[in-house]
């Protein structure tokens, strides 16, 4: 197994996804928001942190409605595939659901229907309380 080197460039990058794990991004997108942050690395560099992290697990990939490739980072990546995910379309915000009533779905859907739910592929789709909120006013 080839030795993990923890540079400075995968402590940033880790640093500030962990500080922003609500959300998802493209490259280039998280390229600028680090840069604006006051981060220094390469566009090439990134790639490879990120592409190191994907196999790791660390970073998911997020379906986008104009086939963009995104991703989102998981700070515990063996705990995310056991509840699902709500995405804000306005925001972007992924929010993670641990609800005792999705469960109750799940039963439901599988007794009913005769559907079994795979639940490391569940993201739902809405808008979250704050955009919302902001649509009210």
Same mark, same amino acid.
């Given at each position: 197994? /080839?030795?993990?080197?923890?540079?400075?460039?995968?402590?940033?990058? %880790?640093?500030?996804?962990?500080?922003? /794990?609500? *959300?998802?991004?493209?490259? /280039?997108? *998280?390229?600028? /928001?680090?840069?604006?942050?006051?981060?220094?690395?390469?566009?090439?560099?990134?790639?490879?942190?990120?592409?190191?992290?994907?196999?790791?697990?660390? %970073?998911?990939?997020?379906?986008?409605?104009?086939?963009?490739? @995104?991703? @989102?980072?998981?700070?515990?990546?063996?705990?995310?595939?056991?509840?699902?995910?709500?995405?804000?379309?306005?925001?972007?915000? *992924?929010?993670? %659901?641990?609800?005792?009533?999705?469960?109750? *779905?799940?039963?439901?859907?599988?007794?009913?229907?005769?559907?079994?739910?795979?639940?490391?592929?569940?993201?739902?789709?809405?808008?979250?309380?704050?955009?919302?909120?902001?649509?009210?006013?």
């Amino acid at each position: 197994m /080839a030795k993990k080197y923890y540079t400075r460039h995968r402590k940033d990058l %880790l640093e500030y996804l962990q500080a922003h /794990a609500d *959300l998802d991004y493209t490259v /280039a997108k *998280l390229h600028k /928001a680090m840069k604006e942050e006051g981060y220094t690395m390469g566009i090439a560099t990134l790639y490879r942190q990120i592409n190191s992290l994907f196999k790791e697990g660390y %970073l998911t990939p997020i379906q986008r409605d104009d086939g963009a490739e @995104q991703f @989102q980072y998981l700070k515990n990546p063996r705990e995310c595939f056991v509840h699902y995910h709500l995405k804000c379309k306005v925001c972007g915000r *992924l929010y993670h %659901l641990d609800c005792t009533f999705m469960e109750d *779905l799940e039963e439901h859907v599988k007794k009913e229907h005769g559907f079994l739910i795979d639940r490391s592929d569940s993201m739902l789709y809405g808008r979250c309380s704050d955009c919302v909120g902001k649509e009210d006013k």
